[in-house]
């Protein structure tokens, strides 16, 4: 598709801020108002318009398609997509290591140990951990507790919290990368600690590593997105 506009801003409309093209309010994939609830977001979503040539690069608009997906489901399915966020928490990565005599398992005591006990304090939760690959169920008081934690956050920062979840296989990483405190590539190189100690193990190719890269930008993307969202 030909670029069809020229100017590109973002103005307080609808109770929120939208991006105008050319004066117009967009619209969702769905049809509705595409009003988002921070100047920020508005602001970074009408960057990816700007930066657009003269022929429309729709793999180009990922905030935009975070916002769209915010509006037009989280909107609309909280409850459904909460439920579908919870297994995350359940079989967290964080908290299955290798067996205790492997040298992967004092890397993830390392690196995932300090990790999961920020978490732990900060939503007032216990997860077990777990060495070897047989499932052990979490506390049902800890699921309680992260199903609270996700029903108090923003249809905007739960669409973000879903992608980041699904990046990580870690509800805790997609929590803590939320946190204005923390560092979200540091995060990511925890949830990549596996991956990336196989690639030294047996070797990298270029491909796998381009997948790598390019997940790792999603994820700083999610992080990124759910912080403008919630900026004042």
């Given at each position: 598709?030909?670029?069809?506009?020229?100017?590109?801003?973002?103005?307080?409309?609808?109770?929120?801020?939208?991006?105008?093209?050319?004066?117009?309010?967009?619209?969702?994939?769905?049809?509705?108002?595409?009003?988002?609830?921070?100047?920020?977001?508005?602001?970074?979503?009408?960057?990816?318009?700007?930066?657009?040539?003269?022929?429309?690069?729709?793999?180009?608009?990922?905030?935009?398609?975070?916002?769209?997906?915010?509006?037009?489901?989280?909107?609309?399915?909280?409850?459904?997509?909460?439920?579908?966020?919870?297994?995350?928490?359940?079989?967290?990565?964080?908290?299955?290591?290798?067996?205790?005599?492997?040298?992967?398992?004092?890397?993830?005591?390392?690196?995932?140990?300090?990790?999961?006990?920020?978490?732990?304090?900060?939503?007032?939760?216990?997860?077990?951990?777990?060495?070897?690959?047989?499932?052990?169920?979490?506390?049902?008081?800890?699921?309680?507790?992260?199903?609270?934690?996700?029903?108090?956050?923003?249809?905007?920062?739960?669409?973000?919290?879903?992608?980041?979840?699904?990046?990580?296989?870690?509800?805790?990483?997609?929590?803590?990368?939320?946190?204005?405190?923390?560092?979200?590539?540091?995060?990511?190189?925890?949830?990549?600690?596996?991956?990336?100690?196989?690639?030294?193990?047996?070797?990298?190719?270029a491909e796998a590593e381009e997948?790598?890269?390019?997940?790792?930008?999603?994820?700083?993307?999610?992080?990124?997105?759910?912080?403008?969202?919630?900026?004042?």
């Open positions: 598709m030909k670029r069809f506009y020229k100017a590109v801003t973002a103005e307080a409309q609808d109770g929120g801020w939208r991006v105008l093209l050319d004066g117009r309010g967009i619209k969702t994939a769905a049809g509705s108002p595409q009003a988002v609830p921070s100047q920020a977001l508005a602001e970074a979503m009408a960057e990816e318009w700007a930066a657009q040539g003269e022929e429309l690069d729709t793999t180009r608009f990922p905030m935009r398609d975070l916002a769209d997906y915010a509006i037009d489901v989280v909107m609309h399915e909280r409850d459904e997509l909460i439920a579908g966020m919870l297994p995350y928490g359940e079989t967290d990565t964080m908290c299955y290591r290798a067996d205790p005599d492997e040298p992967l398992h004092r890397r993830q005591l390392q690196i995932w140990e300090p990790v999961l006990a920020r978490a732990e304090a900060r939503y007032g939760v216990h997860f077990t951990r777990v060495s070897g690959i047989v499932h052990k169920p979490q506390p049902a008081d800890t699921l309680a507790r992260l199903r609270q934690v996700l029903e108090a956050k923003p249809p905007f920062a739960l669409a973000a919290l879903q992608m980041l979840a699904s990046l990580a296989a870690s509800l805790t990483i997609a929590l803590l990368a939320q946190e204005p405190d923390e560092d979200v590539d540091a995060l990511w190189d925890a949830a990549s600690l596996e991956e990336e100690w196989q690639a030294d193990l047996w070797g990298r190719e997948r790598r890269a390019q997940r790792r930008a999603s994820f700083a993307l999610a992080a990124r997105f759910a912080a403008l969202s919630q900026r004042v």
